[in-house]
């Protein structure tokens, strides 16, 4: 195994679609100077999903970030073919409380890989692999999360538990064509995948990284990150991109472990524009038949938007923010809304971070016993939390941090939550390999 060796300085770029700091699925931020000295210095790294795309400008599923995203990873060349790794851990102890709150010792995981093959200049196919030990860790009734809603466990809908994500996530497949400088198309499949839906998946958000909880809003959002049967075309102009997807609404089942049966009963389609480096905007919408297992006869629609802005702001720092917006209109429920701003910055070894939510939730999704069911609860939630690197940009990046989360509701839910405000706060370990093209994270080539 030896370095690649450095390339001489490209050209000058034009348009968004030719700016690089590397990027992926799996997107966590961090030093970012190392990886911008590499886009001004090193050729440009494409997309595992469309060879005309920047790597640094691709997210969960076929969703962009920001061109100037950073990425912690590490990639390997075997001849033309390239391999990213990415994932992240966090060993933790969480205490919720209110009597519907828990304590206790857990570890949110997840690990990806994704592959990349040309077929001659204006080609190429790509494939995906993402896996979470979540069933292990996390058991199938998941983490403690006030408010949280979705998913079922026994046959009853979890409430104020975040459930674990299955050992299979992302097993996928894509084709690109690059027809002329400007114009790209591609064609996605996945078993499971991400449809054309929502904004890039919390988990691969440069402004969620270090966050270890799924937002409230998660199932307004970005939930059909884990899709059992995902078909997706899109064509892309430069920094303009519209996409389409056939796919099967309902949500994973209980049964971590399995492959679900595909059903491509549901549909959505995707705006994404890219405007300058730092700013990737998306607007969607989605129809899901039957996406809960325990309700066959409620559909939904799902609409979203996104504002997703990332700058370098110096050696070894960086500042990202995301703006999503969620609306869910359920047979039977009517229309809830879901709000939420986050923010970390990072530099050098110490990063901050927050996440403002507002969810309207009803109290047939909360499964509030004896309560008006139609009723809908506005949710407030605020988190601010710290990490500070013990390891920094040498191979592997451990952090010791801590997360303060404080919740609002209406004084109708005090009979069920009781009295006060909710908190949580947990101590954690955040895992992750370093920035690219750092501290020895530079890519390998195997012979």
């Known amino acids: 195994m030896e370095l690649v060796p450095k390339r001489e300085p490209p050209k000058k770029q034009t348009h968004g679609t030719d700016a690089h700091h590397m990027s992926g699925m799996g997107r966590q931020s961090g030093p970012h100077e190392s ?7 090193g050729a440009m790294m494409k997309s595992s999903l469309d060879l005309a795309d920047p790597m640094s400008r691709e997210g969960s599923g076929t969703s962009w970030l920001p061109d100037s995203s950073p990425m912690y990873g590490r990639m390997f060349m075997f001849g033309e073919d390239t391999v990213m790794l990415h994932g992240a851990a966090f060993p933790r102890y969480t205490n919720v409380s209110t009597r519907r709150g828990d304590d206790r010792i857990d570890a949110p995981n997840w690990i990806m890989a994704m592959y990349s093959h040309p077929l001659g200049d ?3 196919i790509g494939a995906r692999l993402m896996m979470s030990l979540d069933p292990l860790t996390e058991g199938g009734r998941g983490y403690p999360l006030l408010f949280q809603s979705g998913e079922s466990w026994h046959d009853q ?6 459930h674990p994500h299955d050992l299979f996530s992302e097993l996928s497949l894509s084709y690109s064509q690059k027809f002329t400088d400007d114009v790209s198309g591609f064609i996605y499949f996945g078993y499971p995948g991400e449809p054309a839906l ?4 919390f988990m691969h958000r440069i402004s969620a990284m270090d966050d270890p909880d799924a937002p409230l809003g998660h199932h307004w959002q970005d939930s059909t990150h884990v899709t059992f049967g995902v078909a997706t075309a899109g064509l892309a102009w430069r920094t303009v991109k519209i996409e389409g997807s056939v796919f099967t609404g309902r949500e994973p089942d209980e049964n971590r472990y399995d492959f679900d049966r595909p059903r491509f009963d549901s549909a959505s389609g995707r705006l994404s524009w890219n405007p300058t480096p730092n700013l990737a905007l998306q607007f969607s919408h989605g129809y899901l038949k039957s996406p809960e297992a325990l309700e066959p006869n409620a559909n939904r629609h799902r609409t979203t938007s996104s504002v997703i802005y990332n700058v370098p702001i110096g050696l070894d720092s960086n500042w ?6 969620g609306q869910n209109n359920t047979t039977g429920e009517g229309k809830t809304q879901s709000f ?5 910055f990072q530099r050098g070894r110490d990063t901050f971070y927050t996440r403002l939510e507002r969810v309207e939730k009803s109290g047939h999704e909360l499964v509030l016993i004896g309560a008006d069911s139609p009723k809908v609860f506005p949710i407030f939630a605020a988190s601010l939390g710290y990490v500070r690197d013990l390891t920094h940009g040498n191979g592997l990046d451990v952090g010791l941090g801590g997360q303060f989360t404080i919740d609002h509701r209406p004084s109708d839910l005090n009979r069920y939550y009781g009295d006060g405000l909710g908190y949580g706060f947990q101590v954690f370990l955040r895992i992750r390999p370093s920035l690219h093209g750092t501290g020895g994270m530079n890519g390998d080539r195997m012979k």
């Not at 990886?35 to 210095?41: D, I, N, P, Q």
């Not at 809908?157 to 975040?162: I, S, T, V």
């Not at 990202?320 to 917006?325: D, E, I, K, Q, R």
């Not at 939420?340 to 970390?344: G, T, V």
Request: glycine residues 4%; hydrophobic residues 30%.
């Open 35 to 41: 990886v911008h000295r590499e886009h001004e210095h």
């Open 122 to 124: 204006t080609a190429q």
């Open 157 to 162: 809908p979890l409430h104020d538990r975040q």
């Open 198 to 201: 929502g904004p890039p998946t």
């Open 320 to 325: 990202a923010t995301t703006f999503v917006w």
């Open 340 to 344: 939420l701003l986050e923010s970390d």
